[in-house]
């Protein structure tokens, strides 16, 4: 069974500090990775894609991708009390466009 | 604001009544997706329409009726539904082609008395 696997915390880190968020899949032919945020009581918010192995940086954000470890990895820098949510790991295991879904990390950024 | 339109935002039904929940995306995308997600558990898929055809169903029970009239439009139609259906109802879109990320609208909040 295809499965994406994320530790479902909390993680609790101080205001300013760098929060890691990790995630491993089980399909080593994954192509796409995908970050979502979710405030409690919304909907998924897009934050990063990623394609390639390497880093990828937007703004205080940076996802990290080693297929060869199958890990998807989010930093965020600076962060602040409004970073506070559940971050869900994506993967597009098929080359189509069916998501299988982590079970999310819920991150507090204390003050 | 999302790109991916819900309504109705909140939704309170009995077992017995026939609604009907609606999603718009004006952003070209040609699939689109019903997602039921309970709390603190990720999405969980229902459908996949793609070029308005349906492609995917995972197994959902028949009291949930999807229907694409457009390339727009995708719509969850609801009858006779358990309080185990109470849920948030997330609608989403992407890019037909392969690898794209998906769009999720707010979401409605289905209640089940």
């Known amino acids: 069974q295809k499965e994406v696997e994320q530790n479902s915390g909390p993680l609790s880190v101080p205001e300013g500090a760098i929060a890691s968020l990790n995630c491993t899949y089980s399909?080593?032919?994954?192509?796409?990775f995908f970050w979502y945020r979710q405030y409690s009581g919304k909907s998924p918010e897009l934050i990063m894609s990623i394609y390639s192995n390497g880093d990828k940086e937007d703004g205080r954000f940076t996802a990290q991708l080693n297929k060869a470890s199958q890990y998807v990895s989010l930093l965020i820098r600076d962060s602040q009390p409004s970073d506070s949510a559940t971050y869900l790991c994506?993967?597009?295991?098929?080359?189509?466009?069916?998501?299988?879904f982590g079970g999310g990390t819920r991150l507090m950024v204390k003050p | 604001d999302t790109e991916v339109t819900q309504t109705p935002k909140h939704l309170v039904m009995g077992m017995t009544n026939k609604k009907s929940l609606k999603c718009e995306q004006h952003m070209g995308h040609r699939a689109m997706y019903w997602y039921k997600q309970k709390a603190k558990k990720p999405p969980e898929l229902m459908f996949v329409y793609s070029y308005e055809k349906l492609s995917i169903n995972e197994s959902v029970p028949s009291r949930f009726s999807p229907e694409c009239p457009n390339s727009s439009l995708l719509n969850l139609h609801l009858h006779a539904l358990q309080p185990e259906d109470s849920a948030l109802y997330l609608c989403?879109?992407?890019?037909?082609?392969?690898?794209?990320?998906?769009?999720f609208g707010d979401g409605t909040r289905l209640s089940i008395l």
């Open positions: 994506a993967v597009n295991m098929d080359a189509g466009n069916m998501l299988t």
């Open positions: 989403a879109s992407s890019q037909a082609k392969g690898n794209q990320p998906q769009h």
């Open positions: 399909d080593r032919g994954s192509q796409s």
